[in-house]
C-alpha cells in the first residue's frame, strides 16, 4: 500500500475521525476470534457501485452470525457517501467491518447483549483503468482449507492471506483454491473459464463460495450480451484446457488470467470475451 492510498478519515462507532486516532479495544471479538464479518464496496467517479447488493450481502452475514445489523439501508448508503466526500475518493473502495464487540473476559460464548463494533475506511484504487487488464496475471492453484460455510463474508481469512503469500512467492498475483478436484473460487476473487467452444463456466452458488456481487452483475450482462454460460463445478484440467480465464471483485472486473500453474491459459494473452463482459459490466453500473 503506498502513502496516499491510506486512509485520512475513518468511521468508528458512530463518529468520523482520523485513522490515527482510532482505536479498538484489544478485548473486541472481531480481533480475539474474527468473529465478525465485512463488506468491501466499490467507487468510480466518486460514486459507490453495484452498492445496494454489498449492503444486503452485509446484512445477510450478520443475520447468519446472529451479529445486531447497527444501521438501515439508507443508514449504511448515508455513511458510505460521507466518508467517499470526507476522502475525497474518487476512485477505490469502502471497506465496512461489524464485530460481535467487547467483553471483559475472553471465552467463545458471547453476550447477546453486546453492542456490535463497526468501522469503515476507504481506499484508492484503479478499477476501470487497472494494468492487469491489458497484461492478464498468473495465478497458481492451492487445496482450499476454509471452513464450510465460505458464503459468509467473514474475517476468518488466514488460508486467503497463506494463499495469496504463496502465490506472491510464486510471481501469481492470485490463487485459485481446489478441493474435491474442483476449483471453487479464488483467495480473493471468483474464477470463470471460458471453454473451446465459447461457453463461459463458473461454479454455482452454494455454501462452498462467496456470493460474489461482481459476479452476479457480470453474469447478469453475460446472458444479457448473449454469452452462452454455464453454472457448474470444473476442474483444473479443463481450466488449463480453456480458451480464456478471467477472476472479478469489486475492484478486479473480469480480470484475465493468462497463466495457471505456469501453463499458458489460451494464447497466453487476455481474450475477448473477458474485454466484453468488463465493458458490459462498466456499462452497466457507471
Known sequence: MTDDSLPGVVFLNGAFLPAN????????????????VYE????????????????ERLKRSLDLLSIPCPYTSGQWSDLQDEIIRKNRLDEGTIYIQVTRGTQMER?????????????MFTQQK??????????GINVVSLPDHRWARRDIKSNMLLTQVLARQEAFTRNAQEAWLVQDGFVTEGAASSAYIVTRGNELVTRPLSQAILPGITRATLLSVAEMTGVRLSQRLFTLDEAYGAKEAFISSVSEIALPVVCLDEKAIGDGKPGPIAAALRQAYFDAVI
Do not use: Q, W
Request: proline letters at 7%; a negative charge; aromatic letters at 8%.
Open 126 to 135: 484503479l478499477i476501470v483503468s487497472h494494468p492487469g487488464y491489458e497484461s
Open 107 to 119: 471465552s467463545p460464548l458471547y453476550h447477546l447483549d453486546a453492542p456490535p463494533t463497526v468501522f
Open 21 to 36: 486516532e482510532a482505536r479498538i479495544s484489544i478485548m473486541d471479538r472481531g480481533l480475539l476470534f474474527a468473529d465478525s
Open 40 to 55: 468491501v464496496a466499490g467507487v468510480v467517479d466518486g460514486r459507490k457501485i453495484d452498492n445496494s447488493a454489498h449492503i
